[in-house]
């Protein structure tokens, strides 16, 4: 655990907790024809610290998800996922992003966290990579856990198309032992459809201005958003499908480390042995993970610990969009289906068969979509924690969130009733305390991720958590619900802090998080055509 995160931990909840260092016996990808790849670093020795270099080249390829259906996908390292890249807490790493592909892209290290450099945010952090040119992101590693990274410039689209991978931190000291360590990304795909027009009936800030972004606080006050006003006056009061259902619709594969169906190969487990499920939501639906008559720990969310966590059996864990959860089960001599039981016709594209050598293997498939099993609340998960002391903040600030359509009849997702760039960013100080209440009035989940920190989760609909301490960085804000979290600003720069539906980000729902007297170290090119969203 870092710095970071005992702080906040400590002051806010009295524990102090130890992440533990858990050694990770093997770290493996499930593949289909779609082969993962564990990235290899070249490893060099400066000035008495340990540097893995990587190089990750974005390029486009032919994918197959399932039998008969193959996209074109844009790749970081020839595959989707991209190439995951595993290294140890303390080591320092070197990754350059080659761009081949022909529109410019870069890379969000998501949850890590970074020198707000490096975050990887064209037009507020860096210029976008254009096509044939090259960036190198240099970090240390200080936090143990499951992140993922991604392309930021185009989210919506680029992501989309497959510009994502794992990065997992392993912890330097361990006291845990795992005999598989397995990474499974979550995605949805559209296929047989022209992905560049279909994102949120084009309000993709595809129009936005970069160039006359300031050079000092870049906090992209001249973009120029068309029709993406903040006009939250429906533009009519008839009922139409929503955004939700048409993702339903319009995303037709569901798929597991780019597989589906048939192609996802089974997870191969003896009988006792410890495993370890590391799971990463890339998509934009909410995927609900069951495992079917095991036994199973949460043992950390978005990389963070759970005090005490309990055993449980056939409860669904949901994962919203951009969040991690890391799984544990012992391996009994009866293979299991994990199966998704998300809704959406297509959850049913995720079946994955967990075998065990030398045992006994179900041949039945336990699926269910009726929505019977209970779904973990991870809020009530864990040991009880009673906070320690009132911590005083600098800073308290209200997120309204909300949806509507602006004057175009198009969809604008909103904080406090203004959409991107119009909304009042929070100005801190560094070592300030800042308190956030996110109240969702509309119709839509709201993951909001906040860049460059965690944030500990203090209430859910005014009441203190009945579970473990909750350190995140993306929370899921549903319709009707409020909470509270809290951080402290620790990390200079300027961060973005958005809703990781990325369709939703585009559409509007984005702030920022700045320190006064904060200036990037880079200067903004207007010919690049930096699109943050």
Known sequence: MNKRSKLIIGVLTGVLVIAGGIYYFSGSFLSGTNKQTTAQPTVVQENGQTVKQFEITAESKK?????????????????????????????????????????????????????????GIPGVTQNAVKSGESFTYEFPVTTPGTYWYHSHQKSAEQVDKGLYGAFVVEPKQSNVKYDRDVTLVLDEWMTGMDHSKINMNNSNMSGMDHSKMSENNN???????????????????????SHEDMMKEMYNVFTVNGAAGKLIQPIEVKAGERVKLRLINAGFQTHKIHLNNQPFKITHTDGQPIQEAALITDQLV?????????????????????????????????????????????????????GELPVVDITAYGQKVQPSS??????????????????????????????????????????????????????????????????????????????????????NVRPGEEYEVAFQADNEGNWMFHCHDLHHAAAGMVTEVQYEGFKPAFTPDPTVGNMPE
């Open 63 to 119: 994918i197959e998800l399932k039998d008969g259906t193959s996209v074109d996908a844009w790749t970081f390292g020839g595959s989707v996922p991209g190439t995951q890249i595993r290294v140890t807490e303390g080591d320092k790493v070197r990754i350059t992003l080659k761009n081949k592909l022909p529109e410019p892209v870069s890379i969000h290290w998501h949850g890590l966290p970074v020198p707000n450099a490096m975050d």
């Open 219 to 241: 906090n992209m006050s001249g973009m120029n958003h068309g029709n993406m006003g903040a006009n939250t006056q429906a533009s009519s009061d008839k009922k139409e499908e």
């Open 318 to 370: 949901a994962i919203a969009p951009g969040e991690r959860y890391e799984l544990e089960f012992t391996a009994t001599v009866n293979g299991f289906l994990i199966d998704d039981h998300a809704d959406s016709p297509a959850a049913g594209d995720i079946q994955i068969p967990v075998k065990v050598l030398e045992g006994k293997n179900s041949t039945t498939i336990a699926h269910n979509h009726n």
């Open 390 to 475: 009132e911590q005083k903040y600098n800073l308290e600030y209200t997120m309204e969130l909300n949806n509507s359509k602006n004057q175009s009849g198009e969809d604008i997702y909103t904080i406090n009733g203004a959409t991107f760039p119009n909304i009042q960013p929070l100005t801190v100080k560094k070592g300030d305390w800042i308190k956030v209440k996110f109240v969702n009035k509309g119709t839509s989940d709201h993951p909001m991720h906040l860049h460059g920190h965690f944030f500990q989760v203090l209430t859910k609909n005014g009441k203190p958590l009945q579970g473990s301490s909750l350190l995140k960085d993306t929370l």
